[in-house]
């Protein structure tokens, strides 16, 4: 099972970091991927990381403001976000997909509960 958690409510402007946390089973063996949807919107994809580590994919509208990262040691994947905008604002997940990392949020096996972002004006 996977937990999203670290969202909240922060100014536009500001940093956010986000954290996906397995319970259950190791995240070491799954391409990650951050997602975010917005009320009425189909779910978004914002990050995806191999499970190396050593390929990440990011979504245009945030390339060069977020980061996503892993310590498989910890079981743990990261998504740090700077720079936030208010067109940022949704609800946060992260997915585990046993093969590549990619955009697609069909392809991912397993889902976690998400975290509630919202960056004011």
């Known amino acids: 099972q996977l937990q999203a958690s670290g969202g909240g409510l922060v100014q536009a402007g500001g940093s956010l970091g986000l954290s996906c946390a397995a319970s259950?089973?190791?995240?070491?063996?799954?391409?990650i991927g951050w997602f975010r949807q917005t009320p009425g919107k189909e779910r978004e994809f914002v990050a995806a990381?191999?499970?190396?580590?050593?390929?990440?994919y990011y979504a245009d509208s945030v390339k060069g403001r977020v980061t996503i990262s892993r310590d498989n040691a910890k079981n743990m994947v990261y998504l740090r976000m700077n720079s936030l905008k208010p067109e940022d604002t949704a609800v946060y997940y992260c997915?585990?997909?046993?093969?590549?990392?990619?955009?697609?949020?069909?392809?991912?096996?397993?889902w976690g509960h998400g975290t509630q972002v919202t960056v004011s004006s």
């Open positions: 990381i191999s499970w190396s580590g050593s390929v990440t």
């Open positions: 997915a585990a997909d046993y093969k590549s990392p990619t955009a697609q949020a069909a392809l991912y096996d397993y």
């Open positions: 259950g089973r190791t995240i070491r063996s799954f391409a």
